[in-house]
């Protein structure tokens, strides 16, 4: 059985600290826990740098029609679909040094031109859903989330409750040990405290993630541009 999902008396609790597909958690484990849900609020943690695009919108289709009040908190992390599972939430937390961050989907296929064309065809469509479901929760205009998407944009909680993509900011919580170890490779713009491990210098004094002000350190980041 696995270990991301659990409940108690009073209320449902979900913890999605994986991967989306890929090996990690699955829409058919996932389908088989919520079902079973009978509470009236669903507590739901992430911390998550996403993946598969079909799952991902399995999960969030399946938390968006539950009948339960959906209380997401974002724990270090909800980067690509993550941030689309979030998106479920009635009411969505950020603690002051998480992140969430957006992106247009994309993928690979080998095959001959139309299966070439098939695949761009689809990624286009994922793409329109992903926007989608962003303009539903931020009320933003459909070409500024694409802007957004199309920059890979990385948020500080405080960003991402101005833009409406969270409600609330918490005080910072320890995010290095379960953050810190993430393949955030793939993305092109990773802040780049994110990458350290284990260790960062910050104005000339090597100090552990566990130690640092993220948020100050995303803020610094930011007012510098996303260039590298």
Known sequence: MSKWFAINASAARISLHSDIGMGGTNAADFSKQIDSIKSSTIHISINS??????????????????????????????????????????????????????????????????????????????????????????????DKIQKMMDAETWLSAGEAKKLGFADKVEGALDMAASTRDMDLRRFARVPTFQNAKPRVVVDNTPRTLADLDTAAIYEKWNSAGRSQ
């Open 49 to 142: 740098n996403g993946g598969d695009v079909p799952t991902g919108f399995a999960i969030y289709n399946m938390l968006a029609r539950h009948k339960a009040r959906k209380i997401v908190t974002i724990e270090g992390l909800a980067a690509s679909m993550a941030s689309v599972i979030a998106m479920a939430g009635d009411e969505i937390i950020m603690p002051e040094n998480s992140m969430m961050m957006i992106h247009n989907p994309w993928g690979s296929v080998a095959g001959g031109p139309d299966q070439i064309a098939s695949f761009g065809e689809a990624l286009k469509t994922m793409q329109a859903n992903i926007v989608a479901a962003y303009r539903k929760r931020t009320k933003l205009s459909e």
